[in-house]
């Protein structure tokens, strides 16, 4: 349902001049707008792929763009969410925007937006549901992709460094279990892992949070000394991941053999991008948080009965400062590797 607001301007104070006399011009402009009201369910604040995504969504949905956000961020927490969808519920808002914390247990509370006759749009990760018309559509990031990447690359790294396959002793530092970002880029390095012989240690998770990833980190290094390869679910992870092999007196660089662990990364945020122009992140797979435009035309087309794509991926790049790789193949698809430099960075939105 559409609501009508009015906004009621008053613009005051024009100043007459040249006369040498100031004269308050009072004028009224009343007009009519056609706002749509949004539901924002965000996961939580996380990470600082999250804080950029969240001012990506506030910034495409913002008033002077016709829009009225009411937002909620729920703290990491699956009850939260529910809560507040049922809230936009009451609330009848005109679309909800979802970006879930984990894909399962949305069945109920998607019913009764649909009940509502309330399109569902889904952000970032997905929702595993029995009938996927409880949701109008998604847009996101490829997960598997982002991380079959990541594994080609780091085959190829491995090939050209004369490093044999069973010589690279992964640890992988999991997002949170249960998100599609987890189970995408998890699964890609256990599948990559089996099909190149690497020995993949343990795989942990660390909720995407650089704290807790520093101290499952310190924990993997105490117990395994031959670690020679990072494989960190997001930047904040890989920045805690480094802390950890610093105060352990390890090196995080891309020269395995002589000594260095070798970070690899997602998101290529600010923060993590100054990180591979360090050279302590080798290689950082992009997930690009900037959806609010593409949400926003979504809510735009189904609010006005348009029909629209069911699925609309976000188009991401690869950084990196080791400059022996230019490109890569992963799943039949080539992908440029960019080799990164200060001004590359500067000129990044996030
Ligand atoms: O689901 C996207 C992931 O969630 C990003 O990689 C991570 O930084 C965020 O918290």
Redesign the pocket.
């Known amino acids: 349902m559409k609501k009508y607001i009015i906004l009621t301007l008053l613009i005051v104070l024009g100043v007459l001049a040249g006369c040498g006399k100031k004269e308050e011009v009072a004028k009224e402009d009343v007009y009519v707008r056609n706002v749509i009201n949004v539901g924002f369910s965000q996961l939580g604040a ?2 600082d ?2 804080v950029a995504n969240t001012e990506s969504m506030k910034s495409s949905l913002s008033l002077d763009k016709d829009f009225n956000l009411l937002f909620d961020d729920a703290q990491q927490k699956q009850d939260k969410q529910i809560m507040a969808i049922r809230k936009f519920i009451q609330q009848e808002v005109d679309c909800i925007v979802l970006a879930p914390v984990t894909e399962t247990g949305w069945d109920t509370v998607l019913k009764e937006a649909k009940d509502a006759k309330i399109p569902v749009i889904v952000t ?2 997905m929702v595993d549901v029995e009938d996927d018309s409880l949701y109008t559509a998604w847009v996101g ?1 490829d997960f598997f992709k982002e991380g079959r990447i990541a594994c080609e690359w780091l085959k190829r790294y491995a090939e050209l460094e004369g490093i044999e396959p069973s010589e690279l002793n992964i640890v992988d530092i999991q ?1 949170t279990l249960g ?3 987890q189970i995408g880029r998890s699964n890609a390095l256990s599948e990559s892992a089996a099909e190149n012989g690497w020995k993949l240690l343990e795989s942990v998770p660390a909720d ?1 949070a650089q704290t807790k990833a520093k101290e499952v980190m310190q924990q993997l290094l105490r117990k395994h000394s031959d670690i020679n390869v990072v494989y960190c ?4 992870e890989a920045i805690g991941v480094i802390e950890a092999i610093e105060e352990a007196g390890k090196t995080a660089g891309s020269d395995i053999n002589s000594g260095d662990i070798l970070v690899i990364s ?2 290529a945020a600010h923060s993590g991008l100054n990180m591979v122009l360090e050279g302590k992140i080798a290689l950082d797979v992009e ?1 690009n948080p900037l959806q609010g435009e593409e949400v926003a035309w979504l809510i735009r087309d189904v609010t006005a009965g348009k029909d629209v794509e069911k699925y609309t991926y976000i188009e991401e790049s690869v950084f990196s400062t080791y400059d022996k790789i230019n490109g890569i193949v992963a799943d039949k698809q080539a992908f440029d590797v960019t080799i990164l430099t200060q001004e590359i960075l500067d000129g990044r939105k996030y």
Do not use: K, L
């Open positions: 996380e990470s792929w999250r970032d990760r990031s997002g998100a599609t970002s995407y679910e997001n930047d904040n997602f998101d997930c």
